[in-house]
């Protein structure tokens, strides 16, 4: 499966943004499909992820604050960010796996998020 991330881009604290991404090339209902991000000097860490029967998870520090959604039709899952904070500020990347599987094998590329103060 291929994966094409966009909707990234410079946002005041407090504010909104919306990442979407679109998958193409395989059975988008075979993959659980996620949200990761890294900033600089740090680690890549999940932010959330979302099954294709839409159960979800959330690292405990965007909890109330993001929304992971998928549109099995549009092979297309989004992130919603409210709230955000200069905490927020990495690179965003869309990732899949097949479900069972221990990894995200898929990846798209990353799109910035911004977040100043």
């Known amino acids: 499966v291929q994966l094409q991330a966009s909707g990234g881009g410079l946002v005041q604290a407090g504010g909104s943004l919306r990442l979407s991404c679109v998958a193409s090339?395989?059975?988008?209902?075979?993959?659980?499909m996620g949200w990761y991000r890294q900033a600089p000097g740090k680690q890549r860490e999940l932010v959330a992820a979302?099954?294709?029967?839409?159960?979800?998870n959330y690292v405990d520090s965007v909890k109330g604050r993001f929304t992971i959604s998928r549109d099995n039709a549009k092979n297309s899952e989004y992130l919603h960010m409210s709230s955000l904070k200069p905490e927020d500020t990495a690179a965003y990347y869309c990732a899949a796996k097949l479900r069972g599987a221990l990894d995200y094998y898929y990846w798209g590329q990353g799109t910035q998020v911004t977040v100043s103060s």
């Open positions: 090339g395989s059975t988008f209902t075979k993959y659980v």
């Open positions: 979302i099954r294709s029967d839409g159960e979800t």
